[in-house]
């Protein structure tokens, strides 16, 4: 028996989707193109919520749940983190003996408790991935999707997550924070570097794009960093140890004293990380370490 045949049997009542946002739209759909039946879906604007429903032949949709006759067998809350808990709490009066899933990377299951009280499943089920329009039909593919929770429902989830063709990775509240935040490290902070970057390149009168700049290279680093090891796609002037190099940057930086920080920063864990590529030159490493704790 395949994973969505089981899984049909296990949720034979279909699910129910609170929040059609990116993600949740993109679950949905996902869902529904697999063979899974969408009992209902909900969202604080009608209007989005009514295309989705369209879109999946979903015909219970609204703001809010009307009866717990309404909810499927799992209710996916695709909601921001601080809405859960609330949400949570707000439910209570519909809540029957379904299983209660969130979406959230940082937040734990356990905040789901309030809707445990008769006996129903609670898990975190998280997408490790962006979603955009442009990615909805193939988000889910090979992309991790943690889960967290109480053992029996991520076991019956796992099939889920295994049949939409996503990765299930099974982990506890620790790790699932972890993960989180380690996410934010390759992702998130790409942002605010690019952000680095434009503003440097403005601050000295180069008026082109940091994107149109660096978009050759950045794309050839991170398809590097797909295929090996941090150590071995390293390259700059810490790996080779100039410290003239470092030294005019320190210049150019003087007048900036956020991107000097931001820089120094980086410098000291580009430099740990140098440290581990074996037959390397490490005499210049005492003066790039001082130069990357002067304040």
Not at 20 to 29: C, D, I, K
Not at 84 to 105: D, E, N, Q, R, Y
Not at 193 to 210: H, T
Request: hydrophobic share 40%; with cysteine.
């Amino acid at each position: 028996m395949t994973p969505f045949e089981s899984s049909r049997q296990i949720f034979p009542g279909g699910f129910t989707i609170i929040g059609t946002g990116r993600l949740g739209a993109s679950l949905a759909m996902r869902l529904h193109n697999k063979g899974y039946v969408i009992r209902s879906l909900y969202n604080r604007s009608l209007a989005t919520c009514e295309r989705i429903a369209g879109l999946t032949e979903t015909e219970i949709f609204g703001t809010f749940p009307a009866t717990p006759t309404d909810l499927g067998d799992v209710v996916f809350l695709c909601l921001p983190d601080d809405q859960i808990a609330p949400f949570a709490k707000k439910m209570g009066p519909l809540k029957k003996s379904v299983a209660w899933v969130h979406t959230s990377g940082a937040t734990p299951a356990e905040v789901l408790k309030p809707l445990s009280t008769d006996g129903s499943g609670i898990a975190s089920m998280h997408p490790v991935q962006t979603f955009t329009i442009k990615n909805r039909e193939t988000a889910f593919n090979q992309c991790f999707v943690t889960l967290q929770g109480d053992p029996d429902l991520c076991g019956k989830l796992k099939k889920v997550v295994e049949a939409i063709g996503a990765r299930p990775l099974l982990v506890d509240r620790r790790q699932k924070t972890a993960i989180h935040l380690a996410a934010v490290f390759v992702c998130n902070y790409m942002a605010p570097l690019f952000y680095a970057s434009q503003e440097l390149l403005k601050d000295n009168g180069v008026d082109v794009r940091s994107r149109d700049l660096f978009g050759p290279m950045v794309r050839q680093t991170v398809e590097a960093l797909l295929n090996h090891s941090p150590a071995e796609v390293l390259t700059g002037p810490v790996v080779r140890g100039d410290v003239g190099t470092i030294d005019q940057h320190l210049d150019i930086l003087k007048d900036s004293p956020k991107w000097d920080t931001l820089y120094r920063q980086l410098g000291k864990a580009t430099l740990s990380l140098a440290r581990k590529i074996e037959e390397r030159d490490s005499s210049s490493d005492g003066e790039l370490n001082s130069r990357f704790k002067r304040i």
